[in-house]
């Protein structure tokens, strides 16, 4: 009897799942997003064979990193290794990972055409091939891009159209559940102290700095294959699953990748960062909302140099302050309001 009860209760699912029409079952699909659980959606039958490559969101994350030789790898990526390794290993690796679950999906048009094709290199590119529609696309890391010491916090924020439009970064040499101001440890009258220069405290800023934008450009490299073959996108999201670092594209800045050409390095796998202009603030110590305190907090914003970069004063403002969330927007509120130190740096 309990038989005949799963069977009846399974014929009437069928049914009810026979009536609802496409357009509220790609809904559907569009909200799980999820690329692996979109392919175990198309092994369940033809219909759903047919509409998952119609699907609009895409979310791809990455669970982890394996080396060359196809090993795991335990640690996270640090600024000192190659950009170009790290991210030749996340590729290979997804590739493996996520062709299983579209193995038995087809394409529409009835032929033996999978979704992903059988080919040796693994690409992100080659993971949304026969995506027909993708809109919104959002990847995440395994890990942040780069690696900084216990209680060290870095954070950034990249907007890119053909080359670099806006860039933030936040940093903190630590942080504190205790107010170091209660202990008398901090003195801040408003400017950058003389130990900064010589204690190393520029330098580490500018290691943040160069580590982040050479992050943030291997990732925008990497988006030229997908931006390509999918006029139909509207905004990319390419961030790691550690919250340090996120790139976003909009639909203006995508349709001005298309139009310019990229400035690359073939060698280096990323695109080349402009000639800019950075504006530093730096405090000796915050007290930021839930309890926490972030000593030596930087905030780095970096905008190229020249007229016709992209966007107005009023934009860039308007991105700093809402590149970070919680505390950490407190923490950019604050610095902002602090005396502004103009540096250059050169393209690279």
């Known amino acids: 009897m309990q038989s005949?009860?799963?069977?009846?209760?399974?014929?009437?699912?069928?049914?009810?799942?026979?009536?609802?029409?496409?357009?509220?079952?790609?809904?559907?699909?569009?909200?799980?997003?999820?690329?692996?659980?979109?392919?175990?959606?198309?092994?369940?039958?033809?219909?759903?064979?047919?509409?998952v490559p119609l699907v609009e969101d895409i979310y791809i994350k990455i669970d982890e990193v394996v080396t060359i030789n196809g090993d795991s790898d335990e640690s996270p990526y640090c600024s000192s290794h190659k950009p170009r390794s790290f991210f030749?290993?996340?590729?290979?690796?997804?590739?493996?990972?996520?062709?299983?679950?579209?193995?038995?999906?087809?394409?529409?048009?009835?032929?033996?055409?999978?979704?992903?094709?059988?080919?040796?290199?693994?690409?992100?590119?080659?993971v949304l091939k026969n995506f027909l529609y993708i809109q919104n696309l959002w990847i995440e890391l395994p890990a942040a891009?780069?690696?900084?010491?216990?209680?060290?916090?870095?954070?950034?924020?990249?907007?890119?159209?053909?080359?670099?439009?806006?860039?933030?970064i936040l940093g903190g040499t630590q942080i504190d559940w205790k107010p170091v101001t209660e202990q008398g440890l901090v003195e801040d009258n408003g400017s950058i102290p003389e130990s900064f220069y010589?204690?190393?405290?520029?330098?580490l800023r500018v290691v943040w700095t160069i580590s982040s934008l050479i992050a943030a450009s291997t990732r925008h490299y990497l988006l030229e294959p997908i931006i390509r073959d999918h006029p139909t996108l509207k905004t990319v999201v390419f961030t790691d699953a550690d919250g340090q670092g996120t790139l976003s594209m909009s639909g203006e800045q995508l349709r001005e990748f298309k139009e310019k050409p990229l400035a690359a390095s073939?060698?280096?796998?990323?695109?080349?960062?402009?000639?800019?202009?950075?504006?530093?603030?730096?405090a000796p110590y915050?007290?930021?909302?839930?309890?926490?305190?972030?000593?030596?907090?930087?905030?780095?914003?970096?905008?190229?140099?020249?007229?016709?970069s992209g966007t107005s004063k009023k934009?860039?403002?308007?991105?700093?302050?809402?590149?970070?969330?919680?505390?950490?927007?407190?923490?950019?509120?604050?610095?902002v309001k602090r005396r502004t130190y103009l540096l250059e740096m050169n393209g690279f």
């Open 266 to 282: 073939a060698s280096s796998k990323r695109t080349q960062v402009p000639a800019s202009n950075m504006k530093l603030r730096y």
């Open 145 to 168: 891009d780069v690696c900084t010491e216990d209680g060290v916090v870095l954070k950034w924020k990249a907007e890119f159209g053909s080359t670099l439009q806006n860039c933030v």
């Open 88 to 126: 030749s290993n996340i590729l290979k690796y997804m590739f493996f990972s996520l062709i299983k679950p579209f193995h038995n999906l087809r394409i529409s048009n009835n032929t033996n055409k999978t979704l992903l094709p059988q080919v040796s290199q693994s690409t992100l590119d080659q």
């Open 4 to 51: 005949k009860t799963q069977v009846y209760d399974a014929e009437i699912y069928s049914c009810d799942f026979d009536q609802m029409p496409d357009s509220l079952v790609l809904i559907i699909l569009n909200k799980l997003a999820d690329i692996r659980s979109l392919g175990r959606c198309s092994a369940v039958c033809k219909r759903l064979n047919s509409l």
């Open 198 to 203: 010589t204690n190393g405290g520029l330098k």
């Open 286 to 308: 915050l007290e930021l909302p839930e309890g926490i305190g972030m000593q030596g907090a930087t905030l780095v914003a970096i905008k190229p140099s020249g007229e016709g």
């Open 315 to 335: 934009e860039v403002e308007a991105f700093v302050c809402g590149a970070f969330d919680g505390p950490f927007k407190a923490a950019v509120k604050t610095l």
